[in-house]
Structure formats: C-alpha cells, structure tokens
C-alpha cells in the first residue's frame, strides 16, 4: 500500500474541511458587521439639525387663530405672491400634490385648483389643528379633492410611490431630520416625481437678521443636502426677492 499518497489525500481533505469552515465563519461575520452598520444608520439615530425648531408649533393649546393672522397676511412674501408661485410650479393636471408643512393651508386650495378634479392634493403637517382647519375649510369651500396626513418629524407618512409632487414653501428650514425625511419623501414620490422648494435667501450680509437667525443654513447647503437623498437639481425660478424656487426630480436611485 502507498501510505504517503494517502497520507496526501488526508491532508488535503483536512485542509479543505478547514477551509470551508474558515469561509462559512467569515460570512456570518460579515453578515453580523453588515447589520451592525444598519442599526448605526437607522433614520431613528438620525440627530436634529436644529432641535427646538419646531417647538413653538407643538406648544399644548396651540391657537390657530392666531398662525392664521401671522401666515396669512399681506406683505408676507409668499403671501402676496401666492398665484405666481403656483403658476411656476406648473402644476400637470390630474397630478397628485404633497403639500409639505401645509400649515395653515395658505397653498392647499389653489393647488387643488389646479390639479383638478381628477387630482389630489394631500396637506401634510406635524399639527393636528393646521390640518383640521383644513379640513373644515375645504368642506366649507367645496373643495372634495383635498385629503390630510398626520405626519411624524421624521417621515412624511406618505405611502411608496403614491405622489407626483411635493411642494415645500418656507418649510424645509423646519425639517429636523432631513436624511430621514427626505428619505420618506423619495420613497413616497413617483418615478420622476418631483420637489418644488421655496426658500429663504439665507445670505451674511444681505438677509435680514430674523432670516439669520431663524433659517440654520443657505441654498448651497440646503440644495446638497436634497440631492445627497436621491434627486436632481432641474430648474431655479427667478420670481422671488426674498426667498428662492428650486425644482428637483427624482434620480433613479433610493438612499434608504
């Protein structure tokens, strides 16, 4: 008998027993690192941007009454400015709205208007009485395409792929979790859906004090953060002295 080759064979058979069992050891490994990155990268270990922001807004007893004289009022920008603002948009009939940080509805009814009648515009807000103001003056108007959504500081609470357009008026800077929520909006957004954004001009210098102090950052910051979650920058609308129109659309890709 030749005892060296078999002694040969042993080894080798040993050697790949080893082996395999070095390889099926290192992929449960990697696969206990992969999740342990997952958890580390959570929306919900996400840190404010700018905890307190939203403060004011959560207040207990919160009165309406009085958000509806301070956002709607003449000389507020975008107030005055309310029909241009929504002509830029050019808003496709039949199309499906978010309006994020509806407030107190200053854009919901026109943006009803126009999507239509086969359309949908869904008022999306952290405050449950903005919405039920809403809610009571579309049925008061007759406004029958207009819905409302509960939503959490972190996602928009909007199901995946059910929206044409998210339209953010002097909300954004009050977005706590942006990776976060910009997440839930991608995933809420349609294939090639859209962000229409108005801002304030944050600029040293040139902004009033109250823009400085109350806005975290500027267009450059804002505009990178946006397109880090998924999207496009596509157009930029001159229309507004103190604030700036950006639409965005929706890359191919998700950062879940």
């Known amino acids: 008998m030749n005892h060296g080759v078999d002694d040969r064979h042993r080894l080798k058979f040993i050697l790949s027993l080893f082996t395999c069992a070095w390889l099926v050891g290192a992929v449960l490994f990697a696969g ?4 342990a990155v997952a958890v580390k ?3 919900a270990e996400e840190r404010s941007v700018r905890p307190g922001v939203n403060a004011e807004y959560l207040k207990p007893g919160l ?13 507020r920008e ?13 808003i496709r009939r039949g199309a499906v709205i978010a309006d994020i940080g509806a407030g107190t509805g200053l854009f919901t009814p026109m943006l009803a208007e126009a999507v239509g009648s086969k359309g949908q515009v869904i008022a999306v807000d952290i405050v449950k009485q903005f919405l039920d103001l809403i809610e009571k003056r579309s049925a008061a108007a007759g406004i029958k ?10 996602s928009v609470e909007l199901p995946p792929n059910s929206i044409d357009l998210a339209f953010i008026c002097d909300v954004y800077h009050h977005v706590e979790y942006p990776h976060s929520s910009l997440a839930s909006l991608h995933r809420a957004l349609r294939r090639n859906g859209e962000i229409m954004m108005i801002e304030f001009r944050r600029i040293p210098g040139q902004s ?4 400085l102090n109350h806005v975290r950052a500027g267009q450059e910051v804002f505009t990178a953060e946006v397109e880090a979650a998924g999207f496009k920058k596509v157009e930029e609308i ?5 604030n700036y129109m950006l639409r965005f659309r929706k890359r191919g890709y998700s950062t879940q």
Request: one cysteine or more.
């Open 78 to 90: 975008i107030f005055d400015h309310r029909q241009k603002i929504v002509a830029a948009a050019k």
């Open 208 to 211: 009033s004090d109250w823009i």
């Open 63 to 75: 009165v309406v009454t009085q958000w509806v004289e301070r956002l709607e009022r003449e000389g």
């Open 238 to 242: 001159d229309l507004l002295k103190d």
């Open 32 to 35: 206990c690192r992969t999740d």
């Open 41 to 43: 990268s959570t929306d």
């Open 145 to 154: 395409n207009v819905r409302t959504v509960l939503c959490t500081e972190r």
